[in-house]
């Protein structure tokens, strides 16, 4: 049996894009099992563009990857000796068990993985595992396409978009899949069956989206950001949802002020542009609740009252500059 | 009877702030009424500030405000005229009808309004009309906020904004008003009762928000913009939500590229990040189906699999720039 570990550790953290200097590969010796730990030999791992990020020192939803520490991330791999009554040598399993040959983890670290013969083992971490599962869920949850809408992927030829589109499609909804280069937008079509895909890197990108999107876009997959993200924003079609899912062009960045759209994945914020004019369901219910809240003392209003309409465009002014407290009206004496 | 009308329109477009010389005073006759019609004395004028937005000429959700033409506005006023078996003389009678003293509309332009002595016909252009209900959707519908939460409102003197933070609080939220100046402040506090009220203009506006905001912002409501929006943004709490109503800091600005929350307000988009972690509850649902249809052949993958645990640092720089097609995996022979 093998009594000795590979594994790499984070040596230090970049400043702007990462670099191998920031790796260090470690040989270490196998500890004895305790009781109720598993030893994993790990066939693949899968690598994320999460782990770019976790490379900085910055608040973010998880800690930072430590430094001197094994790199996390998650792998498949077979159970190779086991202190657990819950595992037995040859489960395959899946788990966070970082850039290592062996992984020794508590029997409650690792998820049993059921064998299918018609799923490969390698897809419990690509299209039926997270990415696949991220793509679902911020496809089905939060996008919730309806056939005919137009859906717009950026990486589209990768772990996640790929999934995205052709889930996408099967619900009747038209894709338009974004990606680098010839090869990878061919792929995209030919393979992975989006309507159109167009090359980010095509210095004419932005009027190709427009193109590309007559009917505007109902639902953006944002796992990109940046310029493409830019082009797709004042394209989006009335009631358009978007899923923040990623923003990998920031990832490799020298550090900045974080963008609006990056904290408001970071923190899982819902933002939701309304007019109210497109809710006449609710003015009845609003406006009898508020009137009866002014009659009985409860909501308190000021206003700042122009007298007279030939001081009706002051007021417009004033308002543009703070000049008023409360609501702005005009009294027509 | 009066014959004679007198009313704003608009003159001229802005290029940057409005100025007076944008609007002109005209006098015209007032023609006879045709059948179905109806007269009405304004009694008072609305301002509101989707009118500065609304004198550019810049595709938006209404189309942009005539040249040439009376100003547009919704007023509250008295029939003195009617040629309409819905309207008598005398009722009192809600429209958009525009900066002018009389109003010459279809009677099923106008909404009658139930008097109530203890409501003041003026709140209905305020605090129980159209900036009131906006305040009740944007808050209940979009915020949703929950007793003990921290929710933030910008412009929180105005129309708006003061209605945001009476209602948020009788729901049992603490309410961090946002204004510019002490005397704003002072009102915002001690008249609408918010918990604390912050100075936008105080240099130390990023520093007062973060002690002001201790268990972080769970909502935001959003109706100025710029600077403030950029403060209140990191400050944002795990699964927080911002309801985008307007952006006033942006309408009297010299036009430029719209900024991508003006965008996601114009198209009243939803946007929502999420970490897929945080949702276990989807995930044998979405493992299984995706599992299926992988086996079925009805999803397509690609995989770029790196041999060997030693190439896993080159595998990550290289999904930095997008030289993977699909997952990306490391082997580990």
Redesign the interface.
């Known amino acids: 049996m093998t009594t000795e570990n590979?594994?790499?550790q984070l040596a230090s953290r970049p400043h702007g894009?990462?670099?191998?200097d920031?790796?260090r590969?470690v040989t270490a010796p196998l500890v004895p099992l305790q009781s109720g730990q598993v030893r994993v030999?790990?066939?693949?791992?899968?690598?994320?563009?999460y782990?770019?990020p976790r490379m900085d020192d910055r608040r973010s939803?998880v800690d930072p990857q430590p430094l001197g520490e094994v790199?996390q991330g998650e792998?498949v791999?077979e159970v190779v000796e086991s202190r657990s009554p819950h595992f037995k040598t040859g489960d395959h399993v899946l788990g966070m068990l970082g850039?290592?040959?062996y992984a020794t983890a508590a029997d409650t670290e690792l998820t049993r993985i059921q064998h299918?013969s018609?799923?490969?083992l390698?897809?419990r971490?690509?299209?039926?595992?997270?990415?696949?599962?991220?793509a679902?869920?911020?496809l089905k949850?939060?996008i919730q396409p309806r056939a005919g809408e137009t859906i717009v992927v950026a990486a589209a030829?990768?772990?996640v978009g790929?999934?995205v589109g052709?889930l996408a499609r099967?619900l009747g909804a038209r894709t338009v899949g974004i990606a680098?280069?010839a090869?990878?937008c061919a792929?995209v079509k030919d393979?992975?069956?989006f309507d159109v895909c167009l090359d980010h890197r095509d210095p004419h990108f932005p009027q190709a989206l427009l193109q590309a999107t007559p009917d505007f876009i109902d639902g953006d997959f944002e796992n990109v950001g940046g310029p493409v993200?830019?082009a797709i924003?004042?394209r989006?079609?009335?009631?358009?949802?978007?899923?923040?899912?990623g923003f990998?062009s920031a990832?490799?960045a020298k550090p900045t002020p974080?963008n609006?759209?990056v904290?408001?994945?970071?923190?899982?914020?819902?933002?939701?542009?309304?007019?109210?004019?497109?809710?006449p369901e609710?003015?009845p219910e609003?406006?009898t609740?508020?009137?009866d809240?002014?009659?009985s003392g409860?909501?308190?209003?000021?206003?700042s009252?122009?007298d007279g309409?030939?001081n009706?465009?002051?007021?417009?002014?004033g308002?543009?500059?703070?000049a008023?407290?409360?609501?702005?009206?005009?009294?027509?004496a």
Chains 1, 2 share one sequence.
Not at 324 to 332: C, E, F, I, R, S
Request: with cysteine.
């Open positions: 590979r594994q790499w894009a990462a670099s191998l920031n790796f590969l030999r790990n066939r693949y791992l899968s690598i994320d563009p782990m770019r939803y790199m792998t791999g850039w290592q040959l299918r018609d799923v490969p390698s897809t971490l690509g299209c039926t595992g997270m990415p696949g599962i991220t679902w869920y911020g949850h939060i030829s990768g772990a790929s999934v052709q099967q680098g280069g090869r990878k792929i393979e992975f069956g993200l830019d924003l004042p989006m079609n009335a009631h358009g949802r978007i899923a923040l899912c990998i990832y490799d974080l609006n759209f904290c408001a994945l970071l923190n899982r914020v819902k933002i939701q542009g309304f007019i109210i004019t497109e809710h609710i003015w609003a406006s609740e508020l009137a809240l002014v009659a409860k909501l308190h209003y000021r206003e009252v122009t309409l030939e009706a465009p002051q007021a417009l002014l308002l543009m500059t703070g008023n407290v409360g609501k702005q009206l005009v009294k027509l």
